[in-house]
């Protein structure tokens, strides 16, 4: 039997599981995980660093061409993020960063770059990528497009346990109030805005479990992979 190898595009709002899914997918299906979300922290933590001041697009076009991300493959299997040679998956996940990443991300130069090495990273196919604009300015020809929220509340409860995972304290209006700021950002900026694509498929994934998104899209991608060629 012939298998495709497709593009899953996984979109949505922050703090809804796109990441997780996404993970677990690549896992399954043997394919490359990609966590955009990441590169523009990377980005941002990076600005952050350097003082970059966001109103000056000379300052942030000579930053860029400094900023170097990269994904490896630790010793457990996970996919980490680097800048410049060094492993930052920490500390992007920090409030620090997650204040200013809406920020960052909606910076037109900023995109473009991104997007740019996206598209690089997806070109053999066999990939699972999550971010916001996956499915409508990335890869708008995704063989498979996800596109999932849940309700506020539950989203902000999984995102302070992810972060009490990590050793962080955060109070849950503090992440509620990011989760709702993150939220106005990325839906009203003038460049790729978040929305779902018309041909996405919607979960809402707030009365289910990883298990279920998880299931719900390896059988999706599943269909696509094994079906007709
Ligand atoms: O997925 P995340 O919460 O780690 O993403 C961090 C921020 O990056 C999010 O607030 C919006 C931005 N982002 C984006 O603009 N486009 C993407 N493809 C991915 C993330």
Known sequence: MNF?????????????????????VSAILGYRYIDS???????????????????????IARALKKVDITFRINSTNKSETYLNGLNVDKPIRTMRVSEL???????????IAMVEQQRRMGREKAVVMDGRDIGTVVFPQADLK??????????????QKELLDRGQLVDLDDVM???ILR???????AESPLKQAEDAIFLDT?????DEQVDEVVRLALS?????Q
């Open 183 to 189: 939220d106005k950002t990325d839906t009203t900026r």
């Open 206 to 210: 707030t009365n289910i479990t990883l």
């Open 4 to 24: 495709r190898k497709i593009v899953i595009a996984v979109d949505g709002y922050s703090a809804c599981g796109k990441s997780s899914t996404a993970k677990a």
């Open 224 to 228: 696509k992979i094994i079906g007709p």
């Open 146 to 159: 996800i596109f999932m929220n849940a309700d506020l509340l539950v989203r902000a409860f999984r995102r």
């Open 101 to 111: 990443v809406s920020q960052v991300s909606a910076i037109r130069e900023v995109r």
């Open 37 to 59: 979300g990441a590169m523009y922290r990377a980005v941002t933590l990076y600005f952050l660093d350097h003082h970059v001041a966001l109103s000056n697009p000379k300052e």
């Open 177 to 179: 109030e990011n989760i």
